[in-house]
Nanobody, 125 residues
Framework: VQLQASGGGLVQAGDSLRLSCAAS????????MGWFRQPPGKEREFVATIWWTTGTPHYNDSLKGRFTISRDNAKKTVYLQMNSLNAEDTAVYYCAAGESIILSNIRNPRGYGSWGQGTQVTVSS
């Protein structure tokens, strides 16, 4: 499956942004799709993921309340709504899909087999 992320950009602190990630290619069999981010000079970290069938979301606890993940089954697209952005949210945001991912592994990048190209989010303070 190919993933195409979009929606990044340069915003000011306090602004909102919505990222999109569209899946395409062979038969879509992903069990979950999620978002990770990699701030400059830091490791990639889990942001949120959503189970495709049930729509149940899981979040990085530190981001819960500001970020919301959702999906559109018909469009095979997952979204990340980000509110009250601050400079610490500056990062490259990656979407990922996992066909055989399990609950205990949803926060581990290794649990996902397909990755998008990343979209830059820069928040100016």
């Amino acid at each position: 499956v190919q993933l195409q992320a979009s929606g990044g950009g340069l915003v000011q602190a306090g602004d909102s942004l919505r990222l999109s990630c569209a899946a395409s290619g062979r038969t879509f069999r992903s069990r979950a799709m999620g978002w990770f981010r990699q701030p400059p000079g830091k490791e990639r970290e889990f942001v949120a993921t959503i189970w495709w069938t049930t729509g149940t979301p899981h979040y990085n606890d530190s981001l819960k309340g500001r970020f919301t993940i959702s999906r559109d089954n018909a469009k095979k697209t997952v979204y990340l709504q980000m509110n009250s952005l601050n400079a610490e949210d500056t990062a490259v945001y990656y979407c990922a899909a996992g066909e055989s991912i399990i609950l205990s592994n949803i926060r581990n990048p290794r649990g996902y087999g397909s990755w998008g190209q990343g979209t830059q989010v820069t928040v100016s303070s």
